[in-house]
């Protein structure tokens, strides 16, 4: 059962932006952080951008600080990663994460399956 569903990934240039929408079961959404974590090929995955269950608390990782903005809307379970003023070295598969713990840890309960961000120099 797929409890995680992100989309809105695709191909962009630098300079850019995406938002990315990540949809949970209420269940996962009511009791748990969210977060968004990025793997570029042949590298590891990494952490993003965490957001608590309640919203008020955020939490970004240095290379994503003032370009990327997590929002939660919660009456339809959701959270965005709006990303601006991306650069190729954005470019990965974005995942999206749930886990009782915030900041979301890399050994997140809930995963999604991924979304694809490509952008061109």
């Known amino acids: 059962q797929v409890q995680l569903v992100e989309s809105g990934g695709g191909l962009v240039q630098a300079g850019g932006s995406l938002r990315l929408s990540c949809a949970a079961s209420?269940?996962?959404?009511?009791?748990?952080?969210m977060g968004w974590f990025r793997q570029a090929p042949g590298k590891e995955r990494e952490f993003v951008v965490s957001?608590?269950?309640?919203?008020?608390?955020?939490f970004y990782a240095d290379s994503v600080k003032g370009r990327f903005t997590i929002s939660r809307a919660n009456l339809i379970n959701t959270i965005y990663l709006q990303m601006n003023n991306l650069i190729p070295e954005d470019t990965a598969v974005y995942y999206c994460?749930?886990?009782?713990?915030?900041?979301?840890?890399?050994?997140?309960?809930?995963w999604g399956q991924g979304t694809q961000v490509t952008v061109s120099s």
């Open positions: 957001i608590s269950r309640g919203g008020g608390g955020r």
């Open positions: 994460a749930a886990d009782p713990t915030y900041p979301v840890p890399h050994t997140a309960a809930y």
């Open positions: 209420e269940r996962i959404f009511s009791s748990n952080a």
